[in-house]
């Protein structure tokens, strides 16, 4: 009995050490490296819900941002250096098509709910988004829209959002989901 | 029988509300969660064969049963951010997930009375929990077919998952099993 509880308290030991080792010295080495500082335990749903609950009932809980652009980002500008911005400044665009996400995160850092992913190089809005409209302001390229949270599938803004432009297909790009031709392109 | 039971009858999300929310928010990019489904099932395996070991050779014998919860998230966290960094370093994409993982881990060891029940639990209540993603993610996609604005999605969900659950009520679990003990 008395060797099996020290075999025990020496398997926890063991087991304690080695958790305190990935907490603190890998888990920041990982974070160092790789630049991604999510939650290493707890997801995003977990990590958003109190910050959910009080943001969707004091932002705008109807409306909620979307990118107009779904094709894949082959240049792979995801773990570049620059900002989307100045990516914009300087080549203007990443392909040929004027609308096509830059996929260097400007908006995903930005959004206070860490609701926009970078998928496939491009910009992809899940559930978290509370609608504030932050990262509508500091894309270069102007393919976020804020739609209505009910049916943001629609391109076609709702009533509520007169003032937005109303978003077209163009013919210029190979998406099916086009932006409106801003006067700022 | 097992496998069946937790997987339809007695879905740790249609009974339990394990993951609940998590299939309402992930049900939009499904294809998108391979590399979770992965890990979760990784984890899970690992972690309730390790607890299982160390319960039947320490805890048991020790008497100090009600400390299973204590060694269980322990070893989960161990693992779960094992599995995270390797997945960090090799695809630089985010995988964590906690409370879905420990509950299904936690149920799977209170109610299996040997390590392949336990394998077994965790199986089934992970494929219920992909199950009724995809029933949300049809629900979901429906509604927005529909453009009907009036119409709550989450309202729309609880009804389906409400109708689901009281038609297994209806199905007689006997005839599954043998000698009708399940």
Same mark, same amino acid.
């Given at each position: 009995m008395i060797l099996t509880a020290i075999i025990f308290i020496l398997v926890m030991l063991s087991i304690f050490v080695l958790l305190f080792f990935m907490l603190f010295i890998l888990v920041p080495a990982i974070i160092k490296q790789t630049?991604?500082?999510?939650?290493f335990i707890l997801s995003k749903t977990e990590h958003n819900f109190q910050k959910l609950r009080t943001h969707s009932q004091t932002i705008s809980p109807s409306a909620r941002a979307k990118v107009m652009c779904k094709q894949e980002?082959?240049?792979?500008?995801?773990?570049?250096?620059?900002?989307c911005k100045v990516i914009h400044t300087l080549y203007?665009?990443?392909?040929? !098509?004027?609308?096509? !996400?830059?996929?260097?995160?400007d908006c995903a850092k930005v959004c206070p709910q860490g609701a926009i992913d970078i998928a496939h190089g491009v910009a992809v809005v899940n559930n978290?988004?509370?609608?504030?409209g932050k990262c509508v302001a500091v894309c270069p390229v102007n393919i976020i829209k804020m739609v209505d949270a009910n049916s943001a599938s629609s391109l076609a803004p709702q009533k509520r959002y007169s003032k937005l432009p109303i978003s077209i297909y163009s013919?210029? !790009?190979? !998406?099916?989901t086009i932006p409106d031709k801003s006067p700022a392109l | 029988m097992i496998f069946l039971y937790y997987l339809l009858f007695s879905s740790s999300v249609l009974?339990?509300?394990?993951g609940f929310n998590t299939a309402i928010i992930l049900c939009d990019s499904i294809s998108a969660q391979k590399l979770q489904f992965l890990k979760t099932i990784l984890t899970l395996l690992v972690t309730t064969v390790a607890t299982s070991a160390i319960c039947t050779s320490f805890i048991v014998p020790l008497k100090l049963a009600p400390l299973y919860p204590l060694v269980c998230i322990v070893i989960f966290l161990g693992i779960s951010i094992f599995f995270e960094t390797m997945i960090r370093i090799t695809t630089a994409k985010t995988t964590s997930n906690f409370s879905f993982s420990f509950l299904i881990i936690l149920l799977a060891l209170n109610e299996s009375v040997n390590l392949l029940e336990a394998v077994l639990i965790c199986l089934s209540s992970l494929l219920s929990f992909i199950l009724v993603m995809l029933l949300t993610h049809i629900i979901k996609r429906n509604s927005t077919y529909a453009r009907?604005?009036?119409?709550n999605f989450r309202a729309l969900v609880l009804l389906a998952m409400a109708t689901l659950l009281a038609s297994t009520?209806?199905?007689?679990l006997t005839k599954f099993a043998k000698g009708g003990v399940l």
């Open positions: 630049k991604i500082s999510e939650d980002n082959k240049n792979n500008t995801t773990r570049s250096p620059y900002s203007n665009r990443i392909s040929q !098509c004027t609308f096509m !996400c830059i996929g260097s995160g978290f988004c509370t609608g504030c013919s210029l !790009c190979n !998406c099916k | 009974i339990y509300g394990i009907d604005t009036s119409v009520f209806f199905v007689d």
